[in-house]
């Protein structure tokens, strides 16, 4: 069956780098689109990068210019480097796999893993 594992996550300090990996199986094949989601405290959720087939990646504004995403296919592995770490980055981080774009919301065919927690102390 279809799984996504991630892994990676912990507690830094403003300014501080993670990087996040997530390893991916059973699906039939190539997820159209791969990314990252992220679950805050207060409950929201908000996208912040995603790769399709095409190599075509998009990120959120919110993480632009900070974080990047990469993927390897051989190894069915997602990667999240997330530089220049705020405290408003703090959240439960989610490998996700979709039919399409998941930037504007997660499809009704969207699968996901367990996350992986991130902690940014100030």
């Known amino acids: 069956q279809v799984q996504l594992a991630e892994s990676g996550g912990g507690s830094v300090q403003a300014g501080g780098s993670l990087r996040l990996s997530c390893v991916y199986s059973?699906?039939?094949?190539?997820?159209?689109?791969l990314g990252w989601f992220r679950q805050a405290p207060d409950g929201a959720r908000e996208t912040i990068a995603e790769i399709d087939t095409e190599g075509t990646i998009r990120y959120a504004a919110s993480v632009k210019g900070r974080f990047t995403i990469s993927k390897d296919n051989a190894k069915t592995t997602l990667y999240l480097q997330m530089d220049s770490l705020k405290p408003e980055d703090t959240a439960m981080y989610y490998c996700?796999?979709?039919?399409?774009?998941?930037?504007?919301?997660?499809?009704?065919?969207?699968?996901w893993g367990q996350g992986t927690q991130v902690t940014v102390s100030s």
């Open positions: 059973g699906f039939t094949h190539r997820p159209a689109c």
């Open positions: 996700a796999a979709d039919r399409s774009s998941f930037l504007y919301g997660l499809g009704a065919g969207a699968r």
